[in-house]
């Protein structure tokens, strides 16, 4: 039975609600989208990966919807002949998602940049779909002067001001602080699901926790706060789940997505994702934003100064192997999984990063590649399966 927000409070089985939230993000179609639409009355701008200030769509009286392409659903027939062969999915399916009208219930689409595909990907929308909104930010690549500070703040208004024109309402600083507000919440209920499964991944499945999150990109951020709360009391239901794993921190996948059986494939061939990145956008900050003060300024600078380590924010202060490796350390996690995206450059550039620090430190990692347009995972599974033998045996 699909899920809704309706009988989420009704339901007292978690896998029974998580089952049902699958139609929410595996539908190419967005028949919840065109629902929410109905319901709510309000325009929809889609946000594609990895990290957008959701909360200036939300305070716009826009309902925000997070487009991560469109997984192994749709063939692609268009978006081929505008991108060269050596792009990630990611691009190609959500370009594809407009070439075919799926995108007809949105009345915007936000891009960021994150990546040259990505950059390029907002141009060619904007060419191609002359009728919609398309917005770009340009976030801040150099995050030590002050300047990238009013500079961001002056690029979220700019944003906020495009908002106000898609939406014809004007936005105060009370609306930003409240709509930072909710989405705080859902960032905690979030990091306090993502704890548990760190301390209990026998009971709580990375499946299981990444159909929740994933969710959010759907659900109105009400809904998705309710989903969140019952969820947290639900797990505490749930029995443990007898096995012999091994730990480990999974890295790479926080733009393109693997497909959720490939997840599960993971984890059926013995790995206990402890901590991973995947859908890291909606969980960008490591704290709360604060909700009072210029809501703005405070988005910007939590961007700058509050976020997570991330493989498209440029950030010269921080030292990804090196966390990395503190990351395995205080898990204690026996081992890091990189899983990366075929063909994305900024997953890439980092494993050599990875790589480094964790052969220094002697943390055995396994390299695993992936498209979203995955049917078969035998191949992936039994390399993961002969890893964690391999660890197990040791
Ligand atoms: S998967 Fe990688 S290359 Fe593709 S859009 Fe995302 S960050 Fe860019």
Same mark, same amino acid.
């Given at each position: 039975m699909a899920t809704t927000a309706s009988n989420i409070q009704e339901t007292e089985n978690l896998p029974e609600i998580v089952n049902g939230l699958r139609h929410l993000f595996e539908d190419p179609d967005f028949q919840a989208v065109a629902e929410i639409k109905k319901a709510s009355g309000k325009p929809v701008v889609g946000h594609f990966p990895v990290?957008?200030?959701v909360e200036l769509i939300y305070a716009a009286g826009i309902h925000p919807i997070g487009v991560v392409g469109a997984g192994n659903q749709i063939?692609?027939?268009?978006a081929d002949s505008r +991108?060269?062969? +050596?792009?990630?999915?990611v691009i190609k399916s959500t370009l594809e998602l407009g070439f075919t009208n799926?995108?007809? /219930? +949105?009345e915007g689409m936000l891009f960021h940049s994150i990546c040259d595909p990505a950059r390029n990907l907002a141009s060619v929308f904007k060419r191609n779909f002359p009728d919609q909104w398309i917005e770009y930010i340009h976030f801040p690549? /150099?995050?030590?002067?002050e300047g990238s500070l009013d500079y961001l703040e002056s690029e979220y208004r700019r944003i906020l001001t495009r908002l106000e024109d898609l939406s014809g309402k004007q936005v105060g600083n009370d609306e930003i602080n409240e709509a930072i507000g909710k989405y705080n919440r859902a960032r905690h209920l979030m990091r306090d699901l993502y704890q548990f499964r760190q301390e209990h991944p026998d009971i709580l499945s990375t499946k299981e926790l990444y159909t929740l999150v994933r969710a959010g990109h759907i659900l109105s951020v009400d809904d998705h706060i309710g989903l969140l709360e019952k969820a947290k009391i639900l797990v505490g239901k749930k029995t443990p789940l007898v096995r012999d794993h091994i730990k480990v921190i999974l890295v790479g996948s926080f733009c393109e997505q693997p497909p959720l059986d490939l997840i599960f494939a993971m984890e059926e061939a013995g790995l206990d994702i402890l901590d991973d990145d995947f859908l890291l956008g909606r969980r960008w900050f490591t704290a709360d934003v604060?909700?009072?003060?210029d809501g703005v300024r405070n988005l910007a600078e939590s961007y700058r100064d509050g976020s997570v380590i991330s493989a498209v924010k440029h950030d010269s202060r921080r030292k990804k192997g090196e966390e990395l490796v503190e990351r395995v350390r205080r898990f204690e996690a026996d081992a890091v999984i990189v899983s990366v995206a075929k063909f994305c450059e900024p997953g890439l550039f980092d494993y050599a990063l990875y790589r480094k620090a964790l052969i220094e430190a002697g943390i055995p990692h396994l390299f695993v590649e992936f498209e979203e347009k995955m049917w078969l995972f035998d191949k992936i599974q039994t390399e993961i399966e002969t890893f964690v033998e391999s660890l197990l045996l040791d």
């Open positions: 990290y957008s200030p063939e692609i027939a268009h +991108f060269q062969s +050596f792009v990630c999915s799926r995108l007809q /219930n +949105f690549q /150099n995050m030590l002067t604060p909700e009072r003060g």
